[in-house]
C-alpha cells in the first residue's frame, strides 16, 4: 500500500500518462477511448527508475481513492475519464441532467460571462452533476466560482453533451446565456446577460 504522498505522485505520473503525453512513455493509447491495458501502462510506470517497484495494486489504489474518479479500470483496460489534452478521446452524445456545474476562478468570470466555457487547453469543457466536482476542479486556480449550466437551453442552442462517467459530462463549449453564478450561501443564483 502506498503512503498518501507516493499515492499523489503516482496519480500524477498516471495523469500525464493517460491524459497529456502518452507517446513520452511509449504508450499507445486507443483514439476511441483513450484506454490501454493495465499491463502496457505498468510497464510504462516500471520504467521510470522511481515507479521499477509499483505494482497493479498501487495503480488499483490510485483508480480506488482519486478524489475526482479521474480514472477508469474496465476488462483489463485502464483509461483517463476525462481531461485529456492529446489526442481527442470520442464519447456517446447523453441526456444530461437539467443543471451542470463547472468550477471556475472570479479573473475567467467575466470572460466566461462574456463568451461563454471554452475547453482552453483541454480537448472538452468539463462539467458536473453536483457542486462538489465543480468546487475541487475549480479551486486549484484561486477565487472559486461555481457556474450552473442550463442545460435544456444550451441543447436548444445546438450543444451537444457526453457523459464521461461518475457525474462527470463533457462538451465542446457553452454559451454564455446559459450560465449563471450558483451561491451556496444563498441557495440562489446571478445571471449576467
Same mark, same amino acid.
Given at each position: ?5 507516493? *499515492? ?7 495523469? &500525464? ?14 483514439? *476511441? ?16 527508475? &522511481? ?12 483508480? %480506488? ?6 480514472? *477508469?479500470?474496465?476488462? /483489463? ?5 476525462? @481531461?485529456?489534452?492529446?489526442? %481527442?478521446?470520442?464519447?456517446?452524445? /447523453? ?46 486556480? @484561486? ?11 444550451? &441543447?436548444?442552442? @445546438? ?26 450561501? *444563498? ?7
Amino acid at each position: 500500500m502506498l503512503d498518501q504522498a507516493s *499515492e499523489n505522485t503516482l496519480s500524477k505520473l498516471m495523469t &500525464k500518462l493517460l491524459r497529456h503525453a502518452p507517446e513520452q512513455f511509449g504508450v499507445e493509447l486507443n483514439p *476511441e477511448d483513450g484506454s490501454c491495458t493495465i499491463n502496457a501502462l505498468l510497464d510504462a510506470i516500471q520504467a521510470q527508475p &522511481k515507479w521499477s517497484a509499483t505494482k497493479l495494486e498501487h495503480i488499483e489504489q490510485v483508480v %480506488r481513492n482519486s478524489d475526482k474518479q479521474r480514472f *477508469e479500470i474496465d476488462g /483489463g483496460r485502464i483509461r483517463a475519464r476525462y @481531461g485529456h489534452s492529446h489526442d %481527442r478521446v470520442q464519447y456517446v452524445p /447523453g441526456e444530461p441532467p437539467s443543471v451542470l456545474y463547472h468550477g471556475t476562478n472570479g479573473k475567467a468570470l467575466p470572460t466566461i460571462m462574456k463568451e461563454g466555457i471554452h475547453p482552453m487547453s483541454r480537448q472538452y469543457v468539463h462539467l458536473s452533476e453536483g457542486t462538489h466536482f465543480a468546487a475541487l476542479a475549480g479551486s486549484r486556480r @484561486g477565487e472559486l466560482v461555481i457556474l450552473k449550466v442550463d442545460t435544456a437551453m444550451a &441543447k436548444q442552442l @445546438g450543444v451537444i453533451f457526453y457523459y464521461a462517467g461518475n457525474e462527470v459530462w463533457l462538451t465542446d463549449g457553452v454559451p454564455a446565456t446559459c450560465c449563471s453564478i450558483w451561491r451556496s450561501e *444563498e441557495g440562489e443564483e446571478e445571471s449576467y446577460e
